[in-house]
């Protein structure tokens, strides 16, 4: 790069560019040259009303670039008096992307864009006029046109920091510069220095102001002349970017507060002294535009004077994708929160800056950014990011804040519509709808309920809609000024953001391109305003404009862009249908000649789709819907009606009989929504029908009645669904295929005024203002219940553990329902006034409810009519203002309490019999206060019972002693409306407040510098939020449901993910610490979350903690104090021997050590390994071997077993890998059988079926070799972490590997020995095509060449031991080996491919005696060599497809490919083929090549091996089959046999003589053992079988093998007469577990959602579904054998049933009695999850030797399993893991568990001892036979046989 010293000190742009010739630069219209007098010399000048069509522009040429890096623009101007101006100048970031600044006084705001930044220019006046005043009055300069007295102006932008600050990028260099319209200008330059230009050369020297400090004066070819003893100030004006104005409008460049004798550079703040700061924030600062127009309330802060202290709220992130958006609202919730106190964040705000109204995010220094190195002071900004960022300049120590930031994030919301329920939209793919929620645009998946936000708009969003490919878009938002904001859909950001001067925008329409919105709505004037913007550029960063506008006195109710011309519109409304166009800038209509139809009220529009948009007009149909009834077909080219018909109500001919709905006259039906596509139009109407017509309207083919009216149809681009919105708020769509409807979304019509949590079964209970308490799943967000009442509901509560729930009403009636039975328990009709608050105790023991005349009501809830205890009056404060939690109950269930009886006094009362225990008057608790100080709010802290929460009317909280009645702390300035909602974290560690409709997260103990973090995203005030039972989320209602993840670190910190196993027993014993009262209280909510601390321990160990009665003796014992850092060892004897030399110990065991007071572990490190360059591209033949794609890598830390300790010994090998190439010899003479799968090389004796297993590799192997004398046999794999390939060299013999190579960098492709043995060839694949030679006796490399193209196959002459060939890419390698001494040279010929064959890349050779090659190719083709003249002989078409394998034996030629067809040709009359001048075909050449034989096999051959008259040989095929060929009798026999797809579940049968295996292709296979022979296979085909499972019969005549499949089907298959004998369908989901009871008598089985059905396998009924899991897949069923009167219940076997969301049920069955009853529900706390691939599973099973205990692991707070008592009610044992198990299975003998990760690694644990081993094979899937003697392992299509030894 050439040196920019050349631009130091400055760069006079003019001057670099010899502006006066024109030929590096531009000019266009009115530009000329004029002496100023003001300034004594030339300057230009430019005038012209049009910026576009006067300017100056420097380069001429777009394509060139000034290149200046100068950190500082000066621009030396005047702006024309009365005019505007635009200037433009184009800067490269340091990605070479160009971003745009302007800045013109024709601005009105400032408006951002990813390339394009537009700042307001205030021009300033000259001192002493009315302008001046004038400004000053106003407190901002001159919006506008520059007034008459505007002055030169000295304009100094730092581009570095604008750049930095509003779009977090990095300055780079100026690019262009454009000076647009009404104008004079001197010059202008670029510079690294801070110039004053009111200094001059000997005020600087006199100074000390030098260049090396940064500074300095105006350049005297730069300044303006000033007569002597006149201010350079009260000439002209000195502007400077950053601005130190009064900063109205925000973001503007104006005039700063400048007095000449503070100009003294070195006394300034200087910003500009920075070093250059690369924020790396996430996101464009264009969102933050929402709320800087909204802050009105500016405060002025003079230069000299103190910095204030000003509280700053944080904003939060609020999207549960990586992309996360922010939550804003308006100005007026942040504009005044300045007042400082201990518990709110303390910052100074820089002097220069008085903007101090603003909302601001804090970018702290250890969140990764950049610190400025010479400042002071601190610049606040304002940017959706994503987490709240604080960027500090200053050097001082860095302040504590709350962690995490953010510590909420949006993650699901329960609510549709707000200001309208007529907007929701298809994605695209059909796979997403997009609706708006109030101020929130969601996007939902329809498959997994899985939603994205779109965030910045302050009021509720009232129109959306997409662009054609649905990569745009726009929402309009309701309000006084509407605001329209365009958004990229796939990326969630903000494209663009504009207003449009109206109210009410209704209608919002993209073109089908994108490149035209057209939006309506109503003017100040209440007329209807049509605008049409341009937003061809909006995605490039480019403006959005507007194309025209029209103000017209029709009504308007939609309006949508035609599809076929962006210019086209139609709109409809009352009395009016009218066609629109757009030409010329203007837009113009014309009405649709309604005729006697012309007073209908018209609903919506829609064009007929399905045609190209080159039709004609004349051929194009609009169908327009109205509130009587009617359906217009209407000519679109001659505006006139085609066909009118009408929606009738059914005649009541019978009484319980509707008839076929008809067009006719009579009292009709309003239409509300129409949608066509290209096959039929969907209707949605006022009856609540969503009704789907043929084109023609001659009948209906499908409907579906809603609950109330269907508001909007619409139809998906593929036509294959319908979405349906209702005025209800109900969100849903059909599926036309298989006519089933789904419900999204419903929810509340107004205003949600409760909610309470079932902590249980996350069920969450709302109250509404529309009259309805609704019932949802906080996992799947469905409704589950929806009780409706006359009366309006008020407040709800759970019960903590029953599933009952109270609800208080308006009319003072509380009512107490039973869920489960969905029926009311109770009324009671004590209360007055409108209940305002309900609450149970903790203990469930007893209910309160209190109401607005002042009653208090005390119930005993633990019976089922919940009888009245007590009633007192005029205890609480009067008025409905503190419901609905008017009440708060200790977390001991001690005490109650609440406001009253009058509003400045809290009282707390006992809570079993309401006396009062103290009063509080918290009036008195200010003195200084000039107002009596009210309570509003009230909660206890659940972990410290001693201090209660007093929100005042003050907006300050209170912390009381309930002891003393003592103000323990107090914190001002909460909120700036007053605090709605409290709630306290149950370790007392958070505190939740809602104030307006902002929620805010403290640090509960107020240590912090910043102590809190505020998120915003409810449009309207919020009425209650609290934290969820498990803590691990945060709700709030209001307008509608938020739903947080709440993302506090736990109290005791986590261990690091790859430490050793820790087991850990955690029974609680007789005396237990407070808290583990705690932790029983949760275990009791079914939540099993004990976080004891956990203990530290060497890498090499496993460590077993415990609170039984421990064995010390056998074990040791260790003491851990809390204050010790150090890290204790536990001593482990070794058993039987002494102390041992050995640094590693031959057995691992699990360490015992005390529970209590446990350091956590210190976390380990992981190396990172980084993959460089880009892969080549990967050849275009089968026959190159790609290794399967793994998401796992292999485990660096586990080691294997010593040899002969081995815990279980690998048995058997099923399958064979049909990935490989090469990967099977077959050596006749000496019956060697050999071939991989996965990593390992299996040795089989054919005679026998005996297999051995070589076992040295931990990647896929690729191809195997074996030598002449078939003694040796060599192996290649993948290396592991990126490393080299390994090549294994095993003996034959023994089974030892002899030596291993690691040379190619990628995998390899082929392994060939020399005829002789006496060399080896190995060949890497296309990454790295190299042929390396090696001796056979040392393995040492003789020599290597690297070909030009990826090689395919090598081979060695069978004759000749020099002379060897490759194929490839690139044609024929005929290669040589010379030997002199002991040096070895390849010497490589390539020649290409004939000519006659094509483009064609050759993939497999053979040799033919001894001078003749046979070559295949990628399109069937098989080609004859002469090996000695290198020339091509013959060519002919041998096969269809690619020819992937080639062998030749005499004059047999054998050929194999990807069209599964085997051949066998003669090819005896080639040896009398001659040479000639080109190769030929055999037909021309009149040689004769027979086809003997083809046989047709299951896949495409990867590999063979036949003797050597070719009569009978093996071969391999992708599907995983090895098969015999014998040619004389032309038959085949599987040899091998593995599945070909991903194996998806292996069992045994009960009497182990037969195992079953299912897979992805839909198959089920059985096997016998011990043979492990393939008895029968059942194919589904068109289906995946998820799961198998035998029946419980031990007798082969009964046996059946029950599947699942993807289909939502059972199939059961009768093992004795090979036949399918029942086919059930109980789901429409993929079946994903299955079992039969433990008596055979039902089967139950799970779908993917979460419903579980039982089955009769006697006639297949459905017996029952339970849905208590439902929107949550479930992965495991299991049931036992086991009486269930010691647990509580009745019944004689027990199931489980586990679900994704970490919970499992465990039931109490007696099926022969119909029973089956809830016994147990665990619920395992998770933090989010933030992995790109899905989370681990979650697993559970019973213990065999004591079904009692249930062992589950899954994704959670840490890697473990966690062993649950049923009876105890508790977990009672612990195991913690170093990875997330994909699969464990539990023995009956010797108390194992054997555990899959994605790691690659099987670990066999002994959970009573701690011992444990590793074995690197593979598990994704792991099951013990019933008697604990073998185990299965599968990893996608492999599966291995263990013998179990035991530890």
């Known amino acids: 790069m050439a040196s920019k010293g050349w631009q130091h000190p400055y760069v006079n742009i003019f001057k670099h560019v010899k502006l006066e010739d024109w030929k590096r630069s531009a000019k266009e219209g009115d530009v000329s040259t004029y002496t100023d007098k003001r300034l004594k010399c030339s ?167 030098a260049s090396s400090q940064g500074t300095g004066p105006m350049p005297r070819d730069m300044s303006y002349p000033v007569p002597k003893g006149v201010s350079w100030y009260d000439l002209y004006d000195y502007i400077r970017f950053p601005s130190e104005g009064t900063k109205l409008p925000f973001d503007s460049i104006q005039k700063g507060n400048l007095e000449p004798q503070a100009n003294c550079v070195s006394n300034q703040r200087s910003p500009m002294r920075e070093e250059s700061s690369c924020v790396n924030l996430s996101k464009l600062l264009k969102d933050r535009v929402s709320i800087i127009q909204q802050i009105t309330t500016p405060k002025s802060l003079l230069r000299n004077q103190t910095p204030m202290v000003t509280d700053i709220p944080d904003l939060g992130v609020v999207s549960t994708q990586q992309d996360d958006d922010w939550l804003f609202n308006n100005g007026d919730q942040h504009q005044q929160e300045s007042t ?201 960063g480019g403006e959005v404009t507007i194309i025209a506008k029209a103000h017209t006195d029709v009504d308007i109710r939609t309006m949508k ?149 269907v508001s909007l149809v619409s139809i998906s681009s593929d036509s294959l669904q319908v979405l349906a919105a209702t005025s209800t708020g109900t969100l849903g769509f059909l599926d036309v295929s298989s006519r089933g409807y789904s419900t999204m979304m419903r929810s509340h019509t107004d205003t949600v005024l409760g909610f309470s949590v079932d902590g249980i079964r996350r069920h969450l209970t709302t109250a509404s203002s529309d009259g309805t308490v609704r019932i949802w799943n906080m996992d799947s967000l469905h409704q589950l219940y929806d009780f409706v009442s006359e009366d309006s509901p008020c407040s709800v509560a759970f019960h903590p553990s029953e599933q009952v729930f109270s609800c208080g009403f308006s009319s003072g009636i509380v009512r107490v329902f039973d869920i489960s039975s969905a029926k009311m328990l109770a009324e009671h009709k004590q209360h007055r006034g409108e209940v305002v608050g309900l609450a149970f105790s903790p203990d469930g023991e007893f209910m309160y409810s209190a109401d607005s005349q002042g009653s208090l009501a005390l119930y005993n809830a633990s019976e089922e009519d919940h009888n009245v205890i007590r009633v007192v009056c005029n205890v609480l404060a009067r008025g409905t203002e503190r419901a609905p939690d008017a009440l708060t109950v200790s977390s001991d269930s001690r005490c109650l309490a609440f406001i009253g009886p009058s509003e400045y006094i809290v009282t707390i009362a006992d809570s079993q019999s309401l006396d009062e225990l103290l009063h509080v008057d918290v009036s008195i608790l200010d003195v200084q206060s000039p107002r009596l100080d009210s309570a509003l709010r009230v909660c206890f802290s659940p972990a410290s019972t001693e201090h209660l929460l007093v929100a005042t009317s003050a907006n300050k909280i209170l912390w009381v002693s309930t002891k003393t009645g003592r103000l323990l702390r107090e914190v001002s300035k909460v909120h700036k409306h007053p605090c709605s909602s409290l709630a306290v974290s ?175 572990m210190n976390p380990g490190q992981m190396n990172a390994v980084e993959l460089k360059g880009k892969k080549p591209i990967r050849p275009d033949c089968y026959r190159h071997f790609i290794p399967r794609f793994k998401t796992s890598t292999l485990d660096q830390a586990a080691e294997a077993p010593q040899p002969g300790e081995e815990g279980i010994k690998l048995k058997a090998v099923i399958g064979y890998n049909g990935n490989g190439r090469g990967n099977m010899v077959w050596s006749p003479d000496q019956g060697l059988f050999a071939y991989s799968c996965g990593c390992v090389v299996v040795l089989e004796y054919l005679h026998t079926g005996s297999q051995r297993h070589l076992q040295g590799h931990s990647e896929e192997i690729s191809c195997l070799a074996v ?37 190619h960098e990628g995998a390899v492709q082929s392994l060939a020995f020399s005829r002789d043995d006496r060399f080896f060839l190995s060949v890497g694949d296309f990454s790295d095509p190299e042929v390396a030679l090696w001796s056979s006796k040392t393995f040492k490399l ?52 004939p000519v006659e064959v094509g483009d064609v890349e050759l993939t497999a050779l053979c040799y033919h005696k001894d001078s003749f090659l046979f070559t295949a190719t990628n399109r069937g083709h098989v080609c004859f060599w002469d090996v000695n003249t290198q020339r091509c002989l013959m060519t002919w078409e041998a096969d269809e497809g690619e020819i992937g394998v080639l062998l030749c034996r005499g004059n047999r030629l054998l050929t194999g490919s990807n069209t599964r067809w085997l051949r066998l040709w003669e090819v005896d009359a080639l040896q009398g083929v001659k040479p000639e001048g080109k190769g030929c075909n055999a037909e021309d050449s009149g040689t004769v090549v027979l086809l003997e034989q083809e046989i047709m096999l299951d896949g495409t051959t990867v590999s063979a091996a036949f003797d050597n008259t070719m009569d009978m040989g093996i071969v391999g095929t992708t599907a995983g ?79 059946c093998v029950a599947a699942g499949y993807s289909d939502g089907t059972l199939r059961i298959f009768r093992l004795s007469s090979s036949e399918m004998e029942m086919k059930l369908h109980p789901h429409q989901v993929a079946v994903t577990a299955m079992q039969y009871s433990a008596n055979g008598h039902v089967i139950l ?82 933090p989010a999850y933030f992995g790109d691939d899905s989370p681990p599973p979650s697993l559970a099973a019973f213990c065999p030797a004591d079904p009692s205990l249930v062992v589950y692991t899954g994704y959670g707070v840490e890697k473990e399993l966690s062993f649950y008592s049923l009876a105890k009610k508790q977990i009672i044992k612990k195991i913690a893991l170093p990875d997330w198990a994909t699969c464990f299975s539990l023995s009956c003998k010797s108390q194992l568990i054997a555990v899959g990760s994605k790691e690659r690694m099987l670990k066999l644990i002994k959970s009573s001892s701690g011992r444990f081993q590793d074995f690197l094979q593979h598990s994704e899937t792991c099951h013990f036979s019933p008697s604990g003697l073998l185990l299965f392992t599968v990893a996608f299509n492999e599966i291995l046989l263990w013998e179990v030894q035991g530890l």
């Not at 003589?1553 to 053992?1569: I, K, N, P, Q």
Request: aromatic residues 8%.
């Open 1267 to 1303: 030598s002449n004398d078939a003694q040796t046999v060599a192996s290649a794999a993948g290396g592991s972490n990126g490393s080299r390939s390994l090549i294994c060299i095993w003996d034959v013999q023994n089974g030892t590997c002899r030596k291993t190579i690691s040379y």
């Open 1521 to 1599: 089959t090895l098969w015999y060929i014998n040619w004389s009798d032309n038959s085949s026999i599987r040899l091998v046999s593995g599945h070909k797809t991903k194996v998806n579940d292996v069992v045994f049968s009960a009497d182990e003589r037969h195992f079953a295996t299912c897979s992805e292709d839909g198959s089920v296979r059985v096997w016998s053992l011990p043979s492990n022979e393939l008895e029968v296979q059942f194919q589904v085909l068109s289906q995946a079988c998820r799961c198998v499972c035998w029946s419980p019969s031990f007798s082969k005549e009964s046996a």
């Open 1645 to 1726: 089985s799970a779908g993917k959602n979460g419903l579980v059905a039982v089955s009769s396998p006697l006639n297949g009924a459905t017996l029952r579904v339970i849905k208590d899991h439902k929107g949550a897949p479930i992965s495991t069923i299991q049931c036992v054998n086991e009486q269930c009167k010691n647990l509580g219940l009745e019944g004689n076997e027990m199931w489980l049933a586990v679900s994704a969301d970490r919970r499992v049920s465990v039931w109490a069955a007696d099926w022969l009695k119909d029973k089956c009853d809830l016994l147990d529900w665990l619920t395992f706390p998770a």
């Open 986 to 1160: 149950e370790d007392s560690r958070f505190l939740l407040t809602a104030g307006h409709n902002a929620v805010k997260v403290w640090d509960y103990n107020m240590q912090l510098d910043i102590s809190s973090q505020m998120f915003i995203g409810h449009s309207q005030p919020i009425c209650q939020v609290s934290f969820s039972p498990d803590q691990l989320g945060v709700i709030s209602v209001g307008d509608a449901i938020f739903l947080w993840d709440f993302l506090a670190h736990p109290a005791d910190s986590l261990t690091d993910s790859r430490s050793p196993l820790r087991l850990s027993h955690t029974s609680a014993p007789k005396s237990v610490q407070p808290g583990a009262e705690v932790s029983r209280v949760q275990l009791s909510n079914g939540m099993p979350r004990q976080t004891a601390p956990l203990p530290s321990s060497p890498p090499s160990r496993l460590d077993i903690s415990t609170l039984d009665q421990v064995e010390q003796e056998a074990f040791g014992s260790l003491s851990i104090c809390d204050d010790t850092p150090t890290i204790p060892t536990a001593i482990v004897p070794a058993t039987g021997s002494g102390p041992t030399s050995d640094p590693r110990p031959a057995v691992s065991f699990l360490q015992v050590t005390e529970l209590v007071n446990k350091s956590p």
């Open 561 to 709: 862009v035609a599809f076929f011309d962006d210019t086209r519109m139609v709109s409809c409304g009352r009395d009016n249908i009218r066609l629109w166009r757009v030409r010329n800038g203007t837009l113009r209509s014309c009405p649709v000649n309604l005729g006697e139809y012309h007073s209908l009220d018209f609903t919506d529009v829609a064009f007929e789709e399905g045609h190209s948009s080159s039709q004609h007009l004349d051929e194009r149909t609009l169908f327009a819907s109205s509130r009587s009834g009617y359906i217009f077909e209407i000519d679109y080219s001659r505006v006139v009606i085609k066909n009118v018909r009408r929606l009738l109500p059914a005649q009541q001919q019978h009484a319980n009989r509707r008839e076929k709905f008809t067009f006719n006259t009579g009292p009709g039906i309003a239409i509300n929504s129409i949608s066509v596509s290209s096959s039929f139009c969907a209707t949605g109407s006022e009856d609540g029908f969503l009704r789907l017509w043929p084109l023609d309207f001659s009948a209906i083919f499908l409907e579906a009645e809603h609950e109330g009216p």
């Open 1342 to 1393: 003789l020599s290597n060449v690297t070909m030009s193209g990826p090689i395919h196959d090598a081979a060695f002459s069978p004759s000749t031991a020099s002379q060897l060939a490759c194929v490839g890419s690139q044609g024929a390698y005929f290669c040589l080996i010379h030997t002199n001494g002991s040096d070895v040279d390849l010497r490589v010929q390539r020649v290409k491919a």
């Open 43 to 209: 300057v230009f000048r430019i005038r012209g009303p049009v910026p576009a069509n006067s300017y100056i522009l420097v380069p001429k040429n777009s394509n060139q670039s000034l290149g200046l890096v100068g950190r500082y623009f000066y621009l030396l101007f005047r702006p024309a008096p009365g005019k505007y101006f635009v200037v433009h100048l184009d800067v490269s970031v340091e990605d070479g992307q160009v971003v745009r600044i302007s800045f013109s006084n024709m601005f009105k705001e400032f408006k951002s864009t990813a390339t394009w930044l537009q700042f307001p220019f205030l021009c300033g006046a000259a001192k002493d006029s009315v302008y001046e005043s004038t400004a000053k009055s106003a407190r901002h300069g001159l919006v506008g046109p520059a007034p008459t007295s505007v002055r030169w102006t000295c304009l100094m932008l730092d581009l570095q920091y604008t750049l930095s600050f509003y779009l977090n990028r990095c300055y780079s260099q100026l690019k262009s510069i454009k000076l647009c319209a009404n104008m004079s200008v001197k010059n202008m330059f670029t510079s690294d220095l801070l110039l004053d230009p009111g200094v001059s050369f000997s005020e600087a020297k006199l100074m000390g102001l």
């Open 340 to 540: 400082s106190s201990m518990s709110q964040q303390f910052t100074s705000r820089p002097p220069w800056d008085t903007d101090d109204g603003g909302v601001h995010v804090h970018v702290h220094p250890d969140d990764g950014f950049s610190k400025h190195e010479e400042e002071s002071e601190e610049e606040f900004v304002c940017t959706p990011v994503p987490h709240p960022v604080h960027l500090s300049l200053s050097k001082e120590p860095r302040q504590e804040k709350l962690l995490p930031d953010p510590i909420l994030r949006l993650n699901r919301i329960i609510g549709f519509g707000g200001a309208t329920t007529k907007c929701a939209l298809w994605s695209k793919s059909g796979d997403a709808v997009v609706y708006p929620c109030h101020a929130i645009i969601v996007s939902m998946k329809i498959s997994s309920n899985q939603q994205r936000f779109f965030i910045g708009h302050t009021d509720k969003v009232s129109a959306l809609a997409f662009n054609g490919n649905t990569t745009l878009l726009a929402s309009a938002q309701t309000g006084s000024h509407s605001v329209v904001r365009v958004w990229n859909y796939n990326k969630g950001n903000c494209l663009a953001m504009f207003r449009i001067h109206a109210h009410s925008l209704s209608s919002l329409s993209f073109s089908y391109g994108g490149g035209i919105l057209c939006g309506v709505g109503k003017d100040s004037h209440s007329k209807t305003m049509v605008v049409v913007w341009n937003t061809q550029n909006v995605s490039k």
